[in-house]
């Protein structure tokens, strides 16, 4: 009997996926490009560290607020804030799934999603921000870390970033992930989401009936309700599809046309005239016909694919049920509570945990969801995409209303505008506004120039000697000022204490910003640091409490105006 039954687990290992070599840790150490010897891949590089002069959207938020909020709440507000109908972002909860710290997240503690789901109207003096599909934040609060799927608009990628340390009392850093170990399971670089019917989310009954026996109340969980309407996990895995062809939409753009600017002319056109008349759009014209030939004489042998961002929907609860949930625990070691990756870059831990049946792994490689060939249009529907209905309104006042004007507006733009590079929605609104003669618009989020350098995951953080006057710093103000994406912000960086100390030392504005007695209860009292309403400011309030010296000490560390 023994002998059956250790037969048949081996079966079930087998079924199971649970094939040596096949996990993230040897995954990891693959090439993440895809066609690499493609036009596109040596203009959108798979380096960890996003091009120099772009950044994330991510970046550019955090950088705009000064800090990285935090309880993860305050996180979501940040980008319920920018929605100009002060909407809050799309959230999900997700108890047993199947992310790289699944390990740590289960019913008492979900992993919690949420996506940005808006376009913001222009100003007259700037173009709104358009992020729906194009921002994810996963949240894991045992493992206190935010992995964050960010596009970034310069680069024409997507980018992998992770809030470390993301905590109460701790000192959030913000890096970039290695790359090669996210797109193991983020094929293709896009964002990936189950499909229906999602039963791995609070959107199912069953999951978030688990979650409210493991709370043991109805209370939101990190402000998310425990359950939710099938059309939140309906509505996220839309958002992953419209995300997951943005990078198809830079091969077409791209590799499709090649060395052809007409190519990428044409296209641009028939862009815009789907996005006038989506209905009337007619993909047998003369230009449609034209787009076609042109991409012909240069499409790449093998096709352009468009990445598969859906995984087949799995029902954790039902796995664990009846004979088969049975089968399945005998063939598997069952995890301990806590077992698996702590952190983005615990590969080995996250290996050690049982396999998932290979339909199921996100890990297995999937082929792609369409093999583009050069007689498909989706080039115009995917840069028609990339306009907000903003754009389009503020295109069509430009052009006085008047389709045929749009589109002669783009014969005026200049021809190196369609030499091979990366498409940027925001280059293409200015340069189609000066064609008709209207200034061109500031973006928020493009300009680098303020931003201080990335960091990338790795990176040790600076040792303190024991008695460094930096030890105070380190508690109430490194989370703001260290490794803030804001290069004005960020002047407590370094490598080591050495250099630390000396660059707090030549910010002479740091006394006045810890002179509390001075200064509270007068029109100078929001300058004080750390900020009212941060946690680092209600741990130094505490402090002086205990040690009222403790402001002047710091303040001591900084020489003054005539200090000799």
Known sequence: MRAVVAVVAAGLLAACGNDEGSGITQLAKQPGALAADSLSAK????????????????????????QIPYPFPKLVE?????????????????????????????????????????????????LGLSPRGQLFLGFVENAAEVEVLSYNEAAGRYEFQLIQNYCAGCIPKLVYAKRAICTACHQGAVPIFPQRPWNETNGAPATS??????????????????????????????????????????????????TSADCRRTMLKLALRWLENPAGFDAQSADAAKLRALQAAGWPKDGINVAESDLANRDPIEEGRGIKGWWRRLGTRQPRPGDGAKTNEDLEAFDRLPRLKA?????????????????????????????SDADRQLLETAAGFDAAKLLSAVDGIDEAFFAPAVYSRVKTMNALLAALGSPPLNYCCLDTAELSPPIASGEPPVVLAAGSPLVHFEQYCFACHRGNPSKKLNFMSGADEATVLANIKAKDTIR?????????????????????????????????????????EMRAVVPGLFDF
């Open 78 to 126: 940040l980008i319920r804030k920018h929605d100009p109908d002060a909407g809050a972002p799309l959230t999900v909860l997700i108890p047993q799934g199947r992310s790289l710290l699944k390990g740590l997240a289960d019913d008492a503690h979900p992993r919690v999603l949420a996506a940005a789901d808006f376009q913001a109207a222009a100003t007259p003096a700037s």
């Open 359 to 387: 339909a199921f792994d996100p890990l297995s490689s999937r082929p792609p969801k369409r093999v583009l060939a050069a007689s498909d249009l989706d080039g115009v529907y995917g840069l028609a995409a990339l306009f």
């Open 512 to 552: 006045d910003a810890l002179d509390w007695s001075r200064y509270q209860g007068t029109d100078k009292a929001n300058k004080l640091m750390p900020p009212a309403d941060s946690v680092q400011h209600a741990r130094l309030q505490a402090a002086v409490a205990q040690n009222p010296a403790l402001l002047d």
């Open 209 to 258: 009936a688990a979650i409210r026996t493991a709370r043991g109340n109805e209370q939101a969980y990190l402000d998310v309700p425990l359950a939710n309407a099938l059309s939140a996990p309906e509505r996220y895995d839309q958002l992953t599809d419209v995300g997951g062809f943005i990078p198809a939409t830079q091969r077409l753009w791209i590799d499709a046309c090649g």
């Open 43 to 66: 203009l959108i590089p798979s380096d960890d560290l996003p091009p120099e002069g772009t950044r994330s959207l991510f970046d550019h938020l955090i950088a705009a607020n000064g």
